[in-house]
Nanobody, 124 residues
Framework: VQLQASGGGLVQAGGSLRLSCAAS????????MSWFRQAPGKEREFVAA????????YYAESVKGRFTISRDKVKNTMYLQMNSLKPEDTALYYC??????????????????WGQGTLVTVSS
């Protein structure tokens, strides 16, 4: 599986961005697609996830109510709509997919396939 993330950029606090993650190749047994982010000097952290079957969604508390994860099955593309952005949302955003049990979706070590990352910068 190859993942291509895009859509990052510079935005003022309170603004919006939509990230995309296009998947190509065979997904195999991957059952979850997720977004993670990593700010300078910090560990990679979970942002949101969506299950391939049933489209259940999961969010980090820090983004709940502001970010929305979705998926276009026809285009094999995942999206992250980010509203009410804050300076602390500044990070490199990565998409990832793998076969993951529900209890492990927030841990990046459980993911086998990663996109290259797209930079989101929120100015105050």
């Amino acid at each position: 599986v190859q993942l291509q993330a895009s859509g990052g950029g510079l935005v003022q606090a309170g603004g919006s961005l939509r990230l995309s993650c296009a998947a190509s190749g065979r997904a195999g047994s991957s059952n979850v697609m997720s977004w993670f982010r990593q700010a300078p000097g910090k560990e990679r952290e979970f942002v949101a996830a969506i299950r391939r079957s049933g489209d259940s969604t999961y969010y980090a508390e820090s983004v709940k109510g502001r970010f929305t994860i979705s998926r276009d099955k026809v285009k094999n593309t995942m999206y992250l709509q980010m509203n009410s952005l804050k300076p602390e949302d500044t990070a490199l955003y990565y998409c990832a997919t793998s076969q993951v049990i529900l209890s492990g979706i927030r841990d990046p070590v459980n993911y086998n396939y990663w996109g290259q990352g797209t930079l989101v910068t929120v100015s105050s």
